[in-house]
């Protein structure tokens, strides 16, 4: 008798508890077949988003973000400052072209920026009232919020022994949650506060940071899709 079965291959995958289990896993190819047959706005969206390659402005600065842990840079990064924003931005960035043209430094806003850098950073509210306020600035013409995220780390990390799992912090949560953070920072301190890990020193986990960091900025080209639509 003729039975369906799955094209899936399974593949040992470590789980949050640290144990490796048989996932079902689809060849690129298959999962973008899987996703054209799929009525929904977005599939244009994920596909570009999916088979985006290395050569993009985000596979390009993205491969930079995962070399940063491994780096010198790394650890004598000028945590809680402007300049230590800016050094993040350059690395990412730097060197990248768009359109012709070369990423810009920063668009140096010398008063706000000084007083941003001083504002104090020694409690939870404190350090995301200082992330809040320099997003508002945004100091950069692009890659602000890839920049902030692990500048934000950082800040926690050097303050607090504490950084952001990120991946327990849903796209749209996290965008709605910025954007009222400029009125009011309370929903952005609420949803990062309970994904707060003191695995200040794990390698995956700022990897999978710099996954969940790209996949932000990505939600916003979706929602531009569909609005264009």
Known sequence: ?????????????????GKKYATDC??????????ENVPSKKTAA???WFTYS???????????????????????????????LQQIHAYLFGGIAKGGFRFAPAQFLPGTLKTIENMPESSF?????????????????????????????LLLKKNLQLCV???????????????????????????LFPALTDK???????MKGVDYSYYYEQENEITEVEGNE
Not at 137 to 144: I, K, Q, S
Not at 176 to 187: G, T
């Open 1 to 17: 008798i003729p039975q369906l079965t799955t094209n899936c291959s399974q593949l040992k995958l470590t789980a949050r508890d």
């Open 26 to 35: 689809l060849l690129q190819d298959d999962i973008i077949t899987l996703v």
């Open 46 to 48: 994920f596909i570009k």
């Open 54 to 84: 290395d050569e993009t402005i985000d596979g390009k600065s993205k491969t930079k973000a995962y070399a940063l842990f491994d780096s010198s840079l790394y650890n004598t990064l000028d945590v809680g400052t402007v300049n230590g």
């Open 125 to 153: 509210d404190e350090i995301v009232d200082k992330y809040v306020e320099m997003n508002v600035a945004h100091p950069f013409m692009e890659g602000n919020g890839r920049s902030m995220r692990i500048w934000l780390d």
């Open 165 to 191: 799992d990120w991946s327990l912090i849903g796209k749209k949560a996290y965008l709605s949650a910025m954007e009222q953070s400029v009125v009011n920072a309370a929903p952005i301190k609420a949803l």
């Open 200 to 206: 200040i020193h794990d390698r995956e986990m700022f």
